[in-house]
Nanobody, 124 residues
Framework: QVRLDESGGGLVQAGGSLNLSCTAS????????MGWFRQAPEKEREFVAT?????????YADSVKGRFTITRDPSKNTAVHLEMNNLNTDDTAMYYC????????????????WGQGTQVTVSS
Protein backbone atom coordinates (compact mmCIF):
# COMPACT_ATOMS: atom_id res chain seq x y z
CA GLN A 1 0.00 0.00 0.00
CA VAL A 2 1.32 3.42 -0.99
CA ARG A 3 2.06 5.84 1.83
CA LEU A 4 3.06 9.48 1.50
CA ASP A 5 4.23 11.39 4.60
CA GLU A 6 4.67 15.17 4.60
CA SER A 7 6.64 17.34 6.99
CA GLY A 8 7.84 20.92 7.30
CA GLY A 9 4.67 22.98 7.51
CA GLY A 10 4.21 25.75 10.03
CA LEU A 11 3.58 29.43 10.63
CA VAL A 12 5.60 32.07 8.83
CA GLN A 13 5.32 35.80 8.22
CA ALA A 14 4.61 37.16 4.77
CA GLY A 15 7.79 37.36 2.76
CA GLY A 16 9.30 34.42 4.60
CA SER A 17 10.20 30.91 3.50
CA LEU A 18 9.34 27.31 4.35
CA ASN A 19 10.54 23.95 3.10
CA LEU A 20 8.23 20.96 2.81
CA SER A 21 9.36 17.37 2.46
CA CYS A 22 7.61 14.15 1.54
CA THR A 23 8.68 10.54 1.82
CA ALA A 24 7.02 7.73 -0.07
CA SER A 25 6.83 4.06 0.73
CA UNK A 26 4.91 0.96 -0.14
CA UNK A 27 6.08 -0.03 -3.63
CA UNK A 28 8.62 0.91 -6.31
CA UNK A 29 8.09 4.46 -7.58
CA UNK A 30 10.49 4.61 -10.49
CA UNK A 31 7.86 5.29 -13.15
CA UNK A 32 5.70 7.83 -11.39
CA UNK A 33 5.61 11.57 -10.89
CA MET A 34 5.38 13.23 -7.52
CA GLY A 35 4.12 16.63 -6.58
CA TRP A 36 2.18 18.95 -4.33
CA PHE A 37 -1.40 20.16 -4.21
CA ARG A 38 -2.91 22.57 -1.71
CA GLN A 39 -6.33 23.44 -0.34
CA ALA A 40 -7.17 26.75 1.29
CA PRO A 41 -10.19 27.16 3.56
CA GLU A 42 -13.44 27.11 1.58
CA LYS A 43 -11.58 26.55 -1.68
CA GLU A 44 -11.04 23.51 -3.86
CA ARG A 45 -7.76 21.65 -3.95
CA GLU A 46 -5.38 23.06 -6.55
CA PHE A 47 -2.22 21.93 -8.27
CA VAL A 48 1.02 23.50 -7.03
CA ALA A 49 3.99 21.68 -8.57
CA THR A 50 5.09 18.31 -9.93
CA UNK A 51 8.36 16.63 -10.84
CA UNK A 52 9.36 13.51 -12.70
CA UNK A 53 10.83 10.62 -10.79
CA UNK A 54 14.22 11.31 -12.36
CA UNK A 55 14.00 14.92 -11.18
CA UNK A 56 14.71 16.30 -14.65
CA UNK A 57 11.36 17.94 -15.44
CA UNK A 58 9.17 20.10 -13.21
CA UNK A 59 5.90 21.96 -13.76
CA TYR A 60 4.41 24.74 -11.63
CA ALA A 61 1.12 26.53 -11.17
CA ASP A 62 1.32 30.12 -12.39
CA SER A 63 0.57 31.38 -8.88
CA VAL A 64 3.80 29.92 -7.47
CA LYS A 65 6.11 30.08 -10.47
CA GLY A 66 9.32 31.89 -9.59
CA ARG A 67 8.70 31.55 -5.84
CA PHE A 68 8.45 27.78 -5.28
CA THR A 69 10.94 25.11 -6.31
CA ILE A 70 10.24 21.38 -6.34
CA THR A 71 13.19 19.01 -6.21
CA ARG A 72 14.01 15.43 -5.51
CA ASP A 73 17.25 13.68 -4.78
CA PRO A 74 17.86 10.68 -7.09
CA SER A 75 20.07 9.15 -4.41
CA LYS A 76 17.08 9.16 -2.07
CA ASN A 77 14.51 7.36 -4.10
CA THR A 78 11.56 8.22 -1.91
CA ALA A 79 11.90 11.93 -1.19
CA VAL A 80 10.52 15.07 -2.80
CA HIS A 81 10.87 18.62 -1.48
CA LEU A 82 9.13 21.94 -1.98
CA GLU A 83 11.07 25.11 -1.25
CA MET A 84 8.68 28.02 -0.81
CA ASN A 85 10.00 31.58 -0.87
CA ASN A 86 8.42 35.02 -0.68
CA LEU A 87 5.28 33.54 0.84
CA ASN A 88 2.09 35.60 1.01
CA THR A 89 -1.23 35.14 2.76
CA ASP A 90 -2.74 33.56 -0.37
CA ASP A 91 -0.34 30.65 0.14
CA THR A 92 -2.04 29.71 3.42
CA ALA A 93 -3.40 26.19 2.90
CA MET A 94 -3.08 22.53 3.70
CA TYR A 95 -0.35 21.16 1.45
CA TYR A 96 -0.59 17.59 0.20
CA CYS A 97 2.12 15.40 -1.23
CA UNK A 98 0.79 13.41 -4.18
CA UNK A 99 1.85 10.70 -6.59
CA UNK A 100 0.50 10.23 -10.07
CA UNK A 101 1.05 8.80 -13.56
CA UNK A 102 2.96 11.71 -15.11
CA UNK A 103 3.77 15.39 -14.61
CA UNK A 104 1.50 16.54 -17.43
CA UNK A 105 -1.48 14.55 -16.17
CA UNK A 106 -0.87 15.61 -12.58
CA UNK A 107 -0.82 19.27 -13.59
CA UNK A 108 -4.33 18.70 -14.96
CA UNK A 109 -5.47 17.22 -11.66
CA UNK A 110 -4.90 13.50 -12.09
CA UNK A 111 -3.55 12.03 -8.85
CA UNK A 112 -3.36 8.40 -7.74
CA UNK A 113 -2.37 8.80 -4.08
CA TRP A 114 -2.53 11.56 -1.46
CA GLY A 115 -0.69 12.20 1.76
CA GLN A 116 -2.44 13.39 4.91
CA GLY A 117 -1.26 16.97 4.44
CA THR A 118 0.78 19.55 6.33
CA GLN A 119 -0.54 22.99 7.25
CA VAL A 120 1.16 26.15 6.02
CA THR A 121 -0.02 29.43 7.51
CA VAL A 122 1.29 32.79 6.34
CA SER A 123 0.57 35.79 8.56
CA SER A 124 0.45 39.36 7.32
Amino acid sequence: QVRLDESGGGLVQAGGSLNLSCTASGRPFSSYAMGWFRQAPEKEREFVATITWTGTTALYADSVKGRFTITRDPSKNTAVHLEMNNLNTDDTAMYYCVEGPSTSRMAKGEVDHWGQGTQVTVSS
